[in-house]
Structure formats: C-alpha cells, structure tokens
Nanobody
Framework: QVQVAESGGGSVQDGGSLRLSCVASAGYTAASFCVAWFRQAPGKEREAVAT????????YYTNSVKGRFTISQGSAQNTVDLQMDSLKPEDSAMYYCAAEQSYSRGACRAERGLYNAWGQGTQVTVSS
C-alpha cells in the first residue's frame, strides 16, 4: 500500500519562493512511483500542478506554473520536491501530494482519480 508524507509550505510575498517535499513509500525499496502535486483554493476544484515519474524522471506541468515551478527528485530515495519560484497570489491554496506506483516510463497522468495515496495537505499563501 502506497503512503505519502509531505512537508514544506508557508507564507511568502508576491514573487517569493517556497519548496514542498513529498516522500512516497510502498513497503519495499524497489518501488517506483508517480508523484503528483495538486492544489485546491477555497471554492475551486482540486487541480493538478505537476507530476513526476521516479522511474524515468519524466515530468508534467499545468500551463499556469510552467517556467515557475520545478518538480524533481529529492535528495532522499523516493522523495520528490516541488520548487515554486516567482509565486503569485493566485498560487495560494492547500497543496496535496499524491502517489501511485509507476510501472512505465512515461509522464504520469494528472487525473485526481488515479491516485489513492494522499497527504494531509500543506498551506501555501502568497500575499500581494
């Protein structure tokens, strides 16, 4: 069973940076994962921000964060970081890490329903 643990988040001013980290586990060290970051602002649908395939390092970004956010392998095994630069007030939301085991090398899909393991969420607030 896949589990995730997320960390990071906080409050910054417009144009600032934050880093989120997510650790995925499945009970054995050889597992590969699709790790996704989603976000949900009050009154809005939960949307995918970026995905990362630990088997191949293939990435996906939603258009609104391309060029500002970077998803990458973290320093520890099965850790995936989301570096968020040039943050805007509209990036403010609860951010959730989600993961599933990966059995291919392609980009991980961004559909919420594909992920069964979710973190508790971490708040990101960007003030103008």
């Amino acid at each position: 069973q896949v589990q995730v643990a997320e960390s990071g988040g906080g409050s910054v001013q417009d144009g600032g940076s934050l880093r989120l980290s997510c650790v995925a586990s499945a009970g054995y060290t050889a597992a590969s994962f699709c790790v996704a970051w989603f976000r949900q602002a009050p009154g809005k649908e939960r949307e995918a921000v970026a995905t990362f395939n630990t088997r191949s390092s293939t990435t996906y970004y939603t258009n609104s964060v391309k060029g500002r956010f970077t998803i990458s392998q973290g320093s520890a095994q099965n850790t995936v970081d989301l570096q968020m630069d040039s943050l805007k007030p509209e990036d403010s939301a609860m951010y959730y890490c989600a993961a599933e085991q990966s059995y291919s090398r392609g980009a991980c899909r961004a559909e919420r329903g594909l992920y069964n393991a979710w973190g508790q969420g971490t708040q990101v607030t960007v003030s103008s």
